[in-house]
């Protein structure tokens, strides 16, 4: 599979707009080549740079598989229009939470999407650990984009 933006490409900084400096917005994102036995597909986002471990900033399970691309500026709902389930992020929110770092070095921010032979049968809301969980020995192929952001 490969992941891509429109907003920005593989190790390039992310626009303040999808940032918590700006509008905090979530990217537009879209991918190709999904294996023909997936049934689902999982995206999480984190910040493996932050201060006090591994930061999340964004969980998305039960996409259907079909879907090729998600819209910017999702809404912070339990579901996506497309019918993804959002999980909550270590801000504590469903959906998106954009990069807000501390001052100093960039930091990097991963969106891993994980293509799976199943549904998670998670209820909305649930944690990065959970959806973790339930997705082992179902990821039939994963894509992974990575974006950078530093605090003005």
């Not at 990217?27 to 689902?40: I, K, M």
């Not at 809301?125 to 969980?133: I, L």
Request: charged share 20%; proline share 10%.
């Amino acid at each position: 599979m490969h992941l891509a933006s429109a907003a920005f490409a593989e190790g390039e900084p992310i626009p303040v707009k999808f940032t918590g400096e700006g509008g905090n917005l979530s990217p537009p994102l879209q991918w190709t080549d999904v294996p023909a036995n997936s049934r689902s597909l999982a995206l999480i986002a984190d910040d493996p740079d932050a201060p006090g471990g591994t930061w999340v900033h964004w969980i998305l399970y039960d996409l259907p598989a079909e879907v090729s691309k998600l819209a910017e500026a999702l809404p912070r709902n339990q579901y996506t229009p497309a019918g993804a389930k959002q999980g909550q992020n270590s801000f504590g929110h469903l959906g998106y939470g954009g990069p807000c770092p501390p001052a100093g070095n960039p930091h990097r921010y991963f969106f891993r999407l994980y293509a799976l032979d199943s549904q998670l049968d998670l209820k909305p809301g649930a944690t990065r650990n959970e959806v973790e969980e339930a997705m082992r020995g179902h990821v039939v192929a994963e894509a992974r984009l990575m974006g950078t952001y530093r605090r003005r």
